[in-house]
């Protein structure tokens, strides 16, 4: 059988093209293994996007040094390890560790903080298309969160190492901005390698364009969803600000305005004695530091010694944690563990008649001091950031890779699929062309996914185009399916063939 020969019909080549969609910058790479034969088939078509080709050319050798060393895969693994550990350092340091050992956290996130600002240098100067591209912000907003870990930096720009009543605030809102390092590991996510296999064959893919760019749009909006509800739900629960002790704060208050009567000495009063024992056994949280206005260390130490509290053990403790200075307690806590009230004002003696009611103010130079440890609650709220954190990296991770997923079955891998076949019949018209019956497939197709149809579609027109042109035609398939343009008037074989009965 000799199919007819001749010129081609140059009139009938622009008949039909071949979509433009099939020459889009991708790249799809497929190896089939098939375990009841020897003969291996493989697909591989780089396609070049000529707006970047272009780009790339004009690279200079620093460039293409940088790009190297961007994409090499122990530098990868380094900047994600230091993305992890800026997670996570700063909360284990204030959950973990006492406070002789921040310079050395402090000293490390700097180092990192460098690191991550030569990798946006270079990212900048070497990487096509990263200026102002989605990843270009996310590097900024997370390179600048950073500076919150670094103590001798954050705390003058932000006046976090004085003790104030809302210190605890002030490290709740700095932990809030940390989880933006978060999306910093959307590159990680994007490194997953989608693995499918069967019983009969083994087919690795080689993501292509559109599924490169649906995947990362779907990381991109999973992550800036989850960031965007990490910073609105908060106020929804009072807010940024720190739950405030009024017990405390009022029963200092009271005690304050107790010791600027000018004609009384408190400490010889009964009835101050009762109220600043009772507020003192009962606070809540432990004083390490005490100044009362009118009453100096010698007194003070005099009075708690005088006090018969029910609980002797307890009361010891507290009053040993008391410092005599402000020196002696920072050198032990952070401003973080430290939680201060300061009460300013003189006001004129007790008449008798209420001791808190229409105090007379007469002056402000009259003040109080007074800090409480509150350690056990920082340590708490740093563990609980820790957890936070996995939680979100958590949700993130799994919602982005099974939207991903979802995608990927229903529409990526069938289009890839019949990509690669198209290429294969290009290659090898008469081989067998990729054929995938995995669960996902099965179910795709009974519920009638358009992919799922036009994949048998092109399955079956594929075959039917071996049978009809056969071995003699298989030329005339592999040329056209390899062109731009469909020439049907292709030569074909003579095939020389003896048949037994």
Known sequence: MKPATGPPNHTMKSTRKISPELQSSATVGRTLVHNNSSQKFATMSTLRNPTFHRAATMRTPIQRRGMALLEAKWYGGLMSFITIYCLFADDFRAAFFAKSADDGFFAVAFICLLL??????????????????????LDIIATISLVSDIGFIWGP???SNVVSSVSGAGSKAGRVIRVVRIIRLVRIIKLIKWKH?????????VESKTGGRMSEMTIRRVALIVLFLCFVLPTFDGGYSETFNRFESKGFNT??????????????????????GNWFYYTTDDIVYLNMYSINHTKLNDMFNSFKFPKVDKSTAQIAKILPTQAAVL?????????????QGCFSDWNGASLVADPVLYSN?????????????????????????????????????????????????PIERMMATVKQ?????????????HDDQKLAKAQGFETAVLEATLDKIAGLMQVGFGAAGGDIIGKNMGAGDLDPMLPGKKITSIYGF
């Open 116 to 137: 991550f600002l030569f990798e946006f240098a270079v990212s900048c100067r070497c990487k096509p298309f990263y200026v102002n591209s989605f990843y270009f912000y």
């Open 157 to 159: 720009l932000t006046g």
């Open 197 to 205: 296999s069967s019983d009969e064959q083994s087919i690795v893919i």
């Open 255 to 276: 005690i304050h305005q107790m010791t600027t009567q000018p004609t009384v000495d408190p400490t010889q009063s009964v009835m101050f004695l009762s109220t600043f």
């Open 331 to 343: 050198e032990t806590y952070r401003t973080t563990e430290l939680r201060s009230i300061t009460v």
């Open 365 to 413: 130079e009259c003040q109080s001091t007074v800090w409480y440890d509150i350690t056990e609650a920082a340590q708490a709220l740093a563990l609980l950031g820790i957890y936070k954190t996995i939680f979100i990296l958590g949700v993130m991770v799994i919602s982005s890779v099974s939207f991903i997923h979802v995608a990927r079955v229903i529409v990526l891998d």
């Open 425 to 437: 019949l290009a290659e090898n018209p008469l081989g067998n062309h990729i054929h995938v019956e």
